[in-house]
């Protein structure tokens, strides 16, 4: 049977009053997890070194045992295309026996990219087999497996997990500017009105100097002026360059170097957006934000102190701009 899960549905996954499959992707083709399925004796070995090899390359899980064998399960920072999910998955997985490392034979979900295709179920982690009476063990980083006090505990364990960026994702560009609602969206509420004025989406609660800004001002050119550092390239049909509000150039827990993970995008419908892939920046969660938001954060002043500036960075801005455009700031900026 094929139904959506609820909450009431997996607490009882959990209690073990059932247990219950998820397909990897949504109606729309969006997953936020992918999951090899090793069915051997010898898969958690195979798979607990294969995910040392994954972790290397970006695509950080967790191993957990299976009747068979064992789940390789690696979650995705924000929902992405089965699409741009498996071929990444699957790239990494040539590269690694490029590289002359064991890959076993594997099942991966979501095991079809086609929209509107539910896949195959995958049984969800934490939950007691219906068939061997069993609650399978998840590993930690270092191969052993874990002894959670409560489902608690090992609820935190999963949900706090790593997570894969979507900048290891193959065409990062590709993947954030996915018609079918990837495109994260932007800071402000949308009105009909506005789409007279030529501006899709603005809504006029905003500075209209702060709109001038978001429409006229590429934010690749704020930050080479700016923050040259940052060091913007084409990816895909955006721009990625090493974030200026967090230390993107460290290496990770595993010793790996950073990343470049500040994400650039221009698109018909939204104009110029921008934020951090990096799970480890303040600009990585909300919304997409755009050019004002970008200037203000590299001068590192508030909001008021940025329309100021950029009245006088760009005197040419839109003459119709009201005189209070200070009491015009959202919130929290
Ligand atoms: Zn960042």
Redesign the pocket.
């Known amino acids: 049977m094929y139904a959506p899960a609820d909450r009431a549905v997996l607490a009882d996954h959990l209690r073990g009053v059932q247990t219950i499959a998820l397909s990897s992707t949504d109606a729309h083709g969006l997953c936020k997890w992918a999951c090899l399925d090793v069915d051997q004796p010898e898969a958690l070995p195979q798979l607990l070194a294969l995910g040392t090899q994954l972790a290397r390359r970006g695509l950080s899980g967790f191993v957990e045992a299976s009747r068979r064998g064992g789940h390789l399960w690696l979650c995705f920072a924000t929902p992405v295309p089965a699409s741009a999910a498996r071929p990444a998955v699957q790239h990494a997985l040539a590269q690694i026996q490029a590289d002359g490392q064991e890959v076993p034979s594997l099942e991966l979900y979501p095991d079809t990219a086609r929209v509107g295709a539910l896949g195959h179920a995958v049984r969800l982690p934490l939950g007691v087999h219906q068939l061997t009476g069993q609650r399978y063990p998840l590993f930690d980083a270092e191969g052993r497996p874990c002894a959670f006090r409560s489902l608690e505990t090992a609820m935190r364990f999963v949900l706090e997990g790593p997570t894969v960026p979507l900048n290891v994702l193959h065409g990062a560009g590709d993947v954030l500017d996915a018609p079918h609602g990837v495109q994260p969206s932007v800071d402000r509420p949308f009105t009909r009105a506005s789409l007279a004025h030529g501006h899709p989406d603005r809504v006029g609660t905003i500075s209209p100097m702060i709109r001038w800004v978001d429409a006229h001002v590429s934010p690749l050119d704020l930050l080479a002026e700016l923050a040259p550092d940052a060091e913007l390239r084409r990816v895909g049909r955006g721009y990625l360059g090493w974030?200026v509000?967090?230390d993107?150039r460290a290496a990770d827990a595993t010793g790996q170097p950073g990343t470049p993970?500040?994400y650039v995008v221009q698109d018909r419908r939204y104009g110029w957006s921008w934020r951090?892939l990096?799970t480890n920046?303040l600009?990585?969660l909300g919304p997409m934000r755009h050019s004002f938001r970008l200037f203000q954060e590299l001068l590192g002043v508030t909001c008021a102190a940025a329309l100021r500036e950029a009245c006088a960075w760009w005197p040419e801005a839109d003459p119709e701009r009201e005189a209070d455009d200070a009491l015009a700031c959202p919130p929290g900026q």
Do not use: A, G
Request: charge should be negative; glycine fraction near 0%.
């Open positions: 974030c509000f967090h993107d993970s500040l951090c990096s920046c600009h990585h």
